[in-house]
């Protein structure tokens, strides 16, 4: 992949323009924000009343730090149509997170609305880097052909998933 800016990882720094493989990217960034995105949910579905600002401003800080990242990694224009299928994906999301709320016994409807922002946007920025990490590891960024078939096959995997946890949450 190419990076659109500048990055360092540790000890490794990279600048813009770079070919960094996919292997030195996806595997820290899945794992880091799937931590992340799991305290931010604890926090924001916690049994006792969460602090609203404790939740925007941890999760909030670490949402701007990814989107500063992703744009340094991805480009504006992938990060924006991160956002733009972000916003037709509401629904979906929904579904996703009622699912696991109810895992846990609890339904969407328990929260108020403010207090899902957090976690539907760790959601959006997680399956961002995982549409992406598909791209790379079946290396069909390049090829706009088997982007397209890799691409189809995402959303399919990803609309069935939302429709079985759509029905398993009834």
Known sequence: ??????ISFGNLRYAKG???PWYEVYPFFLVHMLLFGFGGFLIAYADDNPSVLFLYLSGGF???????LY????GRDEVKWMFINAALGVVGIYTQ???ILSLFGKEISDYRAHIHVIPFLYFVLYTFL???AVLDITHSREDH???KRVEYCYVA???ACYIISYFLER
Do not use: E
């Not at 949402?63 to 500063?68: A, L, Q």
């Open 18 to 20: 770079d070919d960094v």
């Open 157 to 159: 995997v990803l609309m």
């Open 145 to 147: 052909k088997k982007k």
């Open 71 to 74: 744009l340094s990694i991805f």
């Open 1 to 6: 992949m190419k990076l659109h800016g500048s």
């Open 62 to 68: 670490a949402i701007m730090i990814y989107i500063v």
């Open 130 to 132: 995982l549409r992406n």
């Open 97 to 99: 997170i009622g699912w």
